[in-house]
Each structure stands twice: as structure tokens, then as C-alpha cells.
């Protein structure tokens, strides 16, 4: 294992890249980055590099945003078919059919978006900033795409707002059962629920805290209490046991991002030899995207 960081380390350097990494890649892969972090964290340490290549270990539309915030870079996918799914859980059309419905419309895109959502919508947001956002747009109506249950999680907090919601879900998440957590606690009756908002709405009513990936991560390590169970993808495992190897931490054996998973490091290390797959995007399409990322980025400070 030792060989391998030293080979990862010396590509680095010889290619000029850095490596930014979600919390949902395999924790070998999370060992070799330079940044790991939420979607929010991501996309706000992509607009500070300096380093010519980003090699991005995560999906297509993180991959998307970091080459949108940074055009004059190389910003490489290590698998180019690393996709989320939900990211493609609404249409153009459907945007363009709420615009003429409704006069004072905000569409609010959840960073888990194609590029064409984005290039169509008024603002992106994570769900680390999503309330921040929404609160701080002087719209009456939110358009929350594509994402129902992050829709939800953010409209209990902003009743002041009418809301739009769309019918999109991340697969990992959207089948977590209130029935599975509910066999936890009655086995471990002190465990904590920590849970990401892109859980159904029967699973965050058990929560003890809703949060992204990095506030399930601070939330945990900040307790003094010792068992939880985390109802998010499994990647989150490794930074929660370096951190708090006292504490027992319980995940669904079924919550697992299939897609996030195809990023290894043989297929990191390849990319940095290769430097491929590039990210390309059409420079129209990547400067309309570009202004609902700018937006979150300066409404979330
Ligand atoms: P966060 O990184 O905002 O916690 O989102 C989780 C997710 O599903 C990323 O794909
Ligand atoms: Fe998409 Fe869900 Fe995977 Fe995140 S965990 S990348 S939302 S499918």
C-alpha cells in the first residue's frame, strides 16, 4: 500500500494536480486526496487551487462544477461513467412550464444537477446550504429541483415560501426504511439517528440530526454520545472511525452509491498517468452554469 501512496504522490507532483475527493469514494481513495469534503466543501475549495490538473474522485456532476469554476484547468473524472442518477430527475421543460406557471419563481437546483438544469435554473445549493439559500432569495415560490426529499427538509423550515416540489431521489438514500431504523433503536435504545436530508421524510421525523455528510461527520465527533446510526451512503464510515475509533458508528448494509464506488485508485492512479477522461464542456453551457454556482457560492458565505 505504502509503493502505491508514493506512486499517487509522485504523479501528483510531476503532473501538477491535486486530488479532491467526496466522502462517498472508497476510503483508500479518500487516503490519497489532498481535500475531502461535502459537495459544499468541494465546490467551494475548487475556486482556490492552483495546481494546473483536478483530479476529481466522485460523479459527473461534481466533475462538471469544478470545470465550470475552473475552465482554464484539466479537470479529470477518473471514470467518466461515475453518473448520479437523481442528477437526471427533471427536464428542461419542466423548468420552462414552472416559469410561465409562476411570476415570482426562484428555481433552486440542487448541486446534484446536469449542467442543462443548472444553465437553466436561478441558483444551485447543497444540502450544507440549502436553507441559508433558499431563505436569503426574495421569491415567493421555490422551484426545488429534482431532489423531493431535500425539497421537503428545506420547505418545514422556510413556511414563509411556497414551494414547488419535483418527484426526483437519490437511490441510495430514498429506500431507507423507517422500519429498519426503528429495529436499530429498539436493539441499541441510546443510539443516535444522524441523518442526510435526501432521506425520506418518515426516516429524518426519527433523526436526532439532519445534516450533509460533513455535519453527520462534525455532529459525531462533537457527541459524547457513543453509538449512532448513520443513515447515509457507507463511505462515510472511514472518516467517522479515524475520528472517533471509541465510537461505535451502525450503517445500512444496503446504502451504498454504486456509481461513487467506481472511482478506485487504480483508476485514480490511471488518470493521473493518462491525464483522461477529460471533462469537456461546451463553453456556452458551462458559462450559463456557471452563474447558479456563483450565486450559491456568494449567498452561502
Ligand atoms: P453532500 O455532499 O452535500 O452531503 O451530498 C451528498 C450526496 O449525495 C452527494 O452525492
Ligand atoms: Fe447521487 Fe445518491 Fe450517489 Fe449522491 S449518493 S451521487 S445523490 S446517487
Do not use: W
Not at 450533509?212 to 472518516?239: P, Q, R, W, Y
Request: proline content about 4%; hydrophobic content about 40%; some cysteine.
Amino acid at each position: 500500500m505504502e509503493e502505491i501512496f508514493e506512486r499517487v504522490a509522485q504523479l501528483k507532483a510531476e503532473k501538477n494536480a491535486v486530488i479532491l475527493a467526496h466522502y462517498y469514494v472508497n476510503g483508500d481513495v479518500q487516503q490519497v486526496a489532498d481535500y475531502i469534503g461535502d459537495s459544499y466543501y468541494l465546490s467551494k475549495v475548487a475556486t482556490t487551487l492552483s495546481e494546473k490538473v483536478i483530479v476529481f474522485a466522485g460523479v459527473n456532476f461534481m466533475a462538471d462544477s469544478a470545470k465550470v469554476l475552473n475552465p482554464d484547468k484539466k479537470v479529470i473524472l477518473p471514470d467518466s461513467t461515475a453518473d448520479c442518477p437523481m442528477a437526471h430527475m427533471v427536464t428542461t421543460a419542466q423548468i420552462k412550464k414552472v416559469r410561465e406557471l409562476y411570476e415570482d419563481v426562484a428555481i433552486v437546483c440542487y448541486i446534484n444537477s446536469t449542467l442543462e438544469l443548472k444553465a437553466e435554473s436561478d441558483v444551485c445549493v447543497t444540502s450544507a446550504n440549502a436553507v441559508k439559500v433558499v431563505k436569503a432569495l426574495p421569491n415567493k415560490n421555490i422551484f426545488f429541483i429534482p431532489d423531493k426529499n431535500l425539497a421537503h427538509f428545506v420547505a418545514e423550515q422556510i413556511p414563509e415560501k411556497h414551494f414547488i416540489y419535483n418527484e426526483g431521489y437519490c437511490p441510495v438514500h430514498n429506500y431507507m426504511a423507517v422500519k429498519y431504523v426503528e429495529e436499530i433503536k429498539e436493539k441499541y435504545p441510546d443510539i443516535k439517528i444522524l441523518a442526510h436530508p435526501e432521506c425520506p421524510r418518515q426516516v429524518l421525523a426519527q433523526a436526532d440530526y439532519i445534516g450533509s455528510t460533513s455535519g453527520i461527520i462534525d455532529f459525531a465527533k462533537a457527541s459524547k454520545d457513543t453509538k449512532f446510526l448513520i443513515c447515509t451512503e457507507n463511505g462515510v464510515g472511514h472518516k467517522l472511525q479515524l475520528d472517533n475509533p471509541d465510537k461505535m458508528f451502525i450503517f445500512n448494509d444496503l446504502s451504498i452509491c454504486q456509481d461513487m464506488k467506481k472511482i478506485t485508485l487504480q483508476s485514480v492512479i490511471k488518470s493521473l498517468e493518462s491525464l483522461a477522461p477529460e471533462v469537456e464542456i461546451d463553453l456556452e453551457l458551462s458559462k450559463k452554469a456557471l452563474k447558479p454556482l456563483e450565486k450559491m457560492l456568494e449567498l452561502a458565505k
